[in-house]
């Protein structure tokens, strides 16, 4: 693995991160019914995951041309290693999810309590808080996954659907840009397609998954579930992300096959 695909597998790996925490704002929303700036200070921290998935796609492209250039058409395994770094930082994304709910959970309690981000970043950075950072560091429990061998309380569509999505959205800039290996004259045509296949998965997201775990939370704001029951949920959910990335694997090819057939026929 080149420096620069590992420095590709680098941001893969921050995106993919935020992107798994991203469900503890709705616990943690649960838990202070704060739910405004749970999800306003995630959107700070997801800033980093943005900005991170923005520089992904031109190094990678740019190791795509000099490869071409070489007359090297065989470089699948640089793919691989991306996409097995997404599968890594979920795996992660997992193991720290309650360390990183608690934290959360602080950082909503201590912003209300300075009420600006400035001084929130401050008092975060400081030595006194570094050194009570173990108290918020918690292992999965072992309940949580005990949960997980009785009958899912998600419904297997939204797991699916949830898991494809996330496939997806995890292969649909690299399957573009490998096209570009298979069919070096339209690459840039199938570069520029990216978006419709993340548009795809963004729209089963939106019309399908979020309704029905946005449903759920509001449920248990209501008191017709447990939050105990919504965790579950939320780890069911999980996994079908580690499913989603796993099946980009399998994805890479054919859906590059596919882009290429696209840019063949999108003016024929």
Same mark, same amino acid.
């Given at each position: 693995m080149s420096s620069q695909i590992a420095l590709v597998a680098l941001f893969t790996f921050v995106v993919h991160l935020v992107a798994t925490l991203s469900l503890s704002v709705r616990v943690v929303g649960l838990q202070t019914l704060r739910w405004a700036v749970s999800f306003s200070l995630f959107n700070i921290m997801a800033l980093f995951s943005r900005l991170s998935n923005t520089l992904q796609a031109p190094? *990678?492209?740019k /190791?795509?041309?000099l490869n071409i250039q070489a007359g090297r058409f065989d470089q699948v395994a640089d793919f691989r290693w991306v996409l097995a770094f997404s599968t890594l930082a979920t795996v992660a994304g997992i193991l720290?999810?309650?360390?990183?709910?608690?934290?959360?959970?602080?950082l909503v309690e201590t912003y209300y309590h300075h009420r600006s981000f400035s001084k929130l970043l401050v008092r975060s950075l400081s030595l006194s808080t570094v050194?009570?950072?173990?108290?918020?560091?918690?292992?999965p429990d072992s309940a949580n996954w005990q949960a997980i061998r009785q009958k899912p309380n998600v419904p297997i569509r939204i797991l699916v659907l949830n898991?494809?999505?996330?496939?997806i959205i995890t292969v649909g800039v690299l399957s573009t840009l490998y096209a570009g290996y298979i069919n070096p004259d *339209?690459?840039? /045509?199938?570069a520029s397609m990216s978006g419709l296949i993340n548009g795809l998965a963004t729209i089963i997201m939106v019309l399908f998954v979020d309704p029905d775990i946005a449903l759920l939370a509001d449920e248990v704001t209501a008191g017709?579930?447990?939050?105990?029951?919504?965790?579950?949920y939320i780890i069911q959910v999980l996994l079908a992300r580690l499913a989603g990335t796993i099946l980009a694997q399998f994805l890479l090819i054919p859906f590059a096959h596919l882009v290429i057939?696209?840019?063949?026929?999108?003016y024929a």
């Open positions: 190094l *990678l492209a /190791t795509v041309e720290v999810f309650p360390s990183f709910q608690r934290l959360m959970t602080r050194r009570t950072l173990p108290q918020h560091l918690k292992w898991a494809l999505s996330n496939a *339209l690459r840039a /045509t199938a017709q579930y447990s939050t105990g029951y919504f965790r579950r057939w696209l840019a063949q026929h999108l």
